[in-house]
């Protein structure tokens, strides 16, 4: 039976899951709770063991709170891996990376969208459309690049001239004039220029 730790960020569009193993799941959780210096997010940590759930999501508290959960996921939560086995590091550091991305996410960027997005539109206006939802991924003036048919689980950041987009099986830069999300019921629509 498998957990999903996702590491949202309130007021961005940053949200990766960390899909594990229950056990797993429960030692990583056990540990912020033991790790951490402030008494509301080990107190917070402890009551989502009262009422277990397969699901984590850092949203669910306050920001200074998730800062906290960041902060001992990156920081003491990370030493302590040294001492265990080759699989728990391998998997635990997947939460480490998403962890640093959530420090790192200020308003929209980076956009992690964790969905399979299939490419509708190719020339100047490059549209990827995903079938389970509403939602497509609109890149706007783009110049001089073979973009891929799909983009899997892609992370959107901001680059000279355009975007990078790191996706399963993709990792480039789009140069482009603007970026258009179009359709998500969760986040509304967005849209974003290239300042020139």
């Known amino acids: 039976m498998s957990s999903d730790f996702t590491v949202d960020r309130a007021g961005t569009w940053y949200g ?4 594990t193993s229950s056990g797993l799941f429960s030692w990583v959780l056990e540990r912020i709770a033991a790790l951490t210096e402030d008494e509301a997010v ?10 277990p759930s397969g699901m984590f999501f850092l949203s669910w508290y306050p920001d200074e709170q998730g800062a906290e959960m960041v902060r001992v996921i990156l920081g003491p939560l990370r ?11 391998a998997s635990v550091e997947e939460l ?13 960027f980076p ?23 509403p939602l497509d991924i609109v890149f706007d003036g783009v110049r001089d690049v073979e973009l891929p048919a799909e983009l899997v689980h892609p992370q959107i950041s ?3 001239n355009g975007y990078a987009v790191n996706a399963v099986g993709f990792d480039g ?4 004039a603007g970026l258009r999300l179009l359709g998500d019921p969760y ?10």
């Open 16 to 19: 990766p899951t960390w899909n």
């Open 158 to 160: 901001l680059a000279e």
């Open 111 to 133: 956009v992690f969208l964790p969905w399979k997005f299939v490419r509708q539109a190719t020339g100047p206006v490059v549209r990827y459309h995903n079938s389970e939802r």
């Open 42 to 51: 080990e107190a917070a940590v402890r009551e989502h063991f009262a009422e």
């Open 187 to 196: 986040n509304g629509s967005f849209e974003h220029r290239v300042q020139d």
């Open 96 to 108: 480490v990376a998403m962890a640093e991305g959530w420090a790192d996410a200020t308003d929209v």
């Open 173 to 176: 830069l789009v140069p482009a």
């Open 79 to 89: 030493d302590e891996l040294a001492a265990e086995t080759p699989d728990v590091r």
